[in-house]
């Protein structure tokens, strides 16, 4: 699976943005995709979830309420809507798939459990 990361930008405090991942993959893959993030002088964190079907999602608990993940497997993108941003949000978001079998059920917050990740995309937001 190939990941590309698309939509970072810089906006103010209390704005919106909308984060893409487009996927190129093997003919009848299915795979999980998520957002995690690297701020400054950090390590890289998760932010959210989706299952293949997109009926399973999860986040980080200082996103919640304010970002909204989902997928579109005919077009192969992933989204991540970003509301209410805060300069805690400024940091480069990747996103992750992987489509392997994983043994507990919190195993899409650990980075080292995704196997592909796209370059990366620097959100900035200004206070």
């Known amino acids: 699976v190939q990941l590309q990361a698309s939509g970072g930008g810089t906006v103010q405090t209390g704005g919106s943005l909308k984060l893409s991942c487009t996927a190129t993959?093997?003919?009848?893959?299915?795979?999980?995709l998520a957002w995690f993030r690297e701020a400054p002088g950090k390590g890289r964190e998760f932010v959210s979830m989706?299952?293949?079907?997109?009926?399973?999602?999860g986040y980080a608990d200082p996103v919640k309420g304010r970002f909204t993940i989902s997928r579109d497997n005919a077009k192969n993108v992933g989204y991540l809507q970003m509301n209410n941003l805060g300069p805690a949000d400024t940091a480069v978001y990747y996103c992750?798939?992987?489509?392997?079998?994983?043994?507990?059920?919190?195993?899409?917050?650990?980075?080292?459990?995704?196997?592909?990740w796209g370059q990366g995309t620097l959100v900035t937001v200004s206070s």
């Open positions: 989706i299952s293949w079907s997109g009926g399973s999602t």
């Open positions: 993959a093997s003919a009848g893959s299915t795979f999980e």
């Open positions: 992750a798939a992987d489509g392997s079998y994983h043994a507990y059920s919190t195993w899409y917050q650990d980075k080292s459990e995704w196997h592909y």
